[in-house]
């Protein structure tokens, strides 16, 4: 199965910088998109930001003007990572990794998620 493991989390202050890792096994046979989610306490999951295997990108509003995602979409291995400035404490959440993508066992599409990784914000 697709195994996912988000690492560069942490405890950062208000209008701090962070960089979040996140690596796949070699179980993908196809990637649609990889991307990037969070949940914040009593809230629900929600989208931060996603890229394609092709490389285009999407963000939600909140994410547009501070935070970047990239990929090392290529390789047997995929790698994704989100730069994050300009931090709020609003911005504190668990984040997960997220693959769109049909795995060597299933070679079925589906979602696969990372165990998540907690950000905090605070002075």
């Known amino acids: 199965q697709v195994t996912l493991v988000e690492s560069g989390g942490g405890l950062v202050q208000p209008g701090g910088s962070l960089r979040l890792s996140c690596a796949s096994n070699?179980?993908?046979?196809?990637?649609?998109?990889m991307g990037w989610y969070r949940q914040a306490p009593g809230k629900e999951r929600e989208l931060v930001a996603t890229?394609?295997?092709?490389?285009?990108?999407?963000?939600l509003d909140f994410a547009k003007a501070r935070f970047t995602i990239s990929g090392d979409l290529n390789g047997a291995k995929k790698n994704v990572y989100l730069q994050m400035n300009s931090l709020r404490p609003e911005d504190t959440a668990v984040y997960y990794c997220?693959?769109?993508?049909?795995?060597?066992?299933?070679?079925?599409?589906?979602?696969?998620w990372g165990q998540g990784i907690q950000v905090t914000v605070s002075s």
């Open positions: 997220n693959a769109d993508a049909v795995d060597v066992i299933t070679m079925k599409r589906r979602s696969h």
């Open positions: 070699t179980a993908i046979v196809t990637l649609y998109t």
């Open positions: 890229i394609t295997s092709d490389g285009r990108t999407n963000y």
